[in-house]
């Protein structure tokens, strides 16, 4: 079992609609989590930075997290053809900062 | 914010060549890098976390000889691919953390290899 699994996708939603995009993980120790967008051919940008459980809001991008049930989500609002990339969750114990990725999302918003 | 630069962001070799790889924290000091290896349609693999002036260590499965990586300055972490094979091609992108404990981290723009 991998400790961050992800649904690769894709997903393709019509422009302006909310867009979920969801994890799980099974490694309790993981404390922070966070979620990448990569365009096709580029490195991965941070979108969303979460300590423990909770919600965080940015603009148009909310992530939440719930470690009782080990699900982390991200929601995109008014969704734009410049969010179509590839969504990557990732979570991390502390410390040495060795992060752990999910496969990633390939997300398409069409016109 | 900080900025990783990678080069070259992409290299085409032919097999049995080495490549070196260059990843540089341009506005910020780095005492640890990370590299990673991505396929296509695939997440990032972690393959070793570079320290600045020691030895870096690498994931299991990965091997130490054939990926050579050097951490000699704050700024700057190297990755050559030794002896390159056409299953070697692939996404290479390195990151870089700011600061200390729970520093955020910068991801390069990524190296792609391609082995003939």
């Known amino acids: 079992q991998k400790e961050v699994e992800q649904d690769p996708g894709p997903l393709s939603v019509p422009e302006g609609a909310i867009v979920s995009l969801n994890c799980t993980y099974s490694?309790?120790?993981?404390?922070?989590f966070m979620w990448y967008r990569q365009y096709s051919r580029k490195g991965p940008e941070l979108l969303m930075y979460t300590y423990s459980s909770g919600n965080k809001e940015d603009g148009r991008f909310t992530a939440q997290v719930d470690k009782s049930s080990k699900y982390i989500s991200l929601f995109i609002r008014d969704s734009q053809p410049s969010d179509s990339a590839t969504y990557l969750c990732?979570?991390?114990?502390?410390?040495?900062?060795?992060?752990?990725f999910g496969t990633g999302t390939q997300l398409k918003v069409e016109l | 914010g900080a900025v990783v630069s990678q080069h070259p962001s992409r290299v085409i070799c032919k097999s049995g060549t080495s490549v070196k790889i260059e990843c540089r924290s341009l506005d910020f000091q780095a005492t640890t890098m990370f590299w990673y290896r991505q396929f296509p349609k695939q997440s990032l693999m972690l393959m070793a976390t570079?320290?600045?002036?020691?030895?870096?260590?690498?994931e299991q499965g990965v091997e130490k000889d054939k990926f050579l990586i050097n951490h000699a300055s704050l700024t700057l972490s190297t990755l050559t691919v030794t002896s390159a094979h056409p299953e070697d091609s692939s996404f290479y992108i390195c990151?870089?953390?700011?600061?200390?404990?729970?520093?955020?981290?910068?991801f390069g723009e990524g190296s792609r290899l391609t082995v003939l």
């Open positions: 490694n309790s120790a993981f404390q922070y």
């Open positions: 990732a979570a991390y114990t502390g410390g040495g900062n060795k992060l752990t």
């Open positions: 990151s870089a953390k700011q600061g200390s404990g729970t520093g955020e981290l910068f």
């Open positions: 570079s320290n600045e002036g020691s030895k870096a260590t690498y």
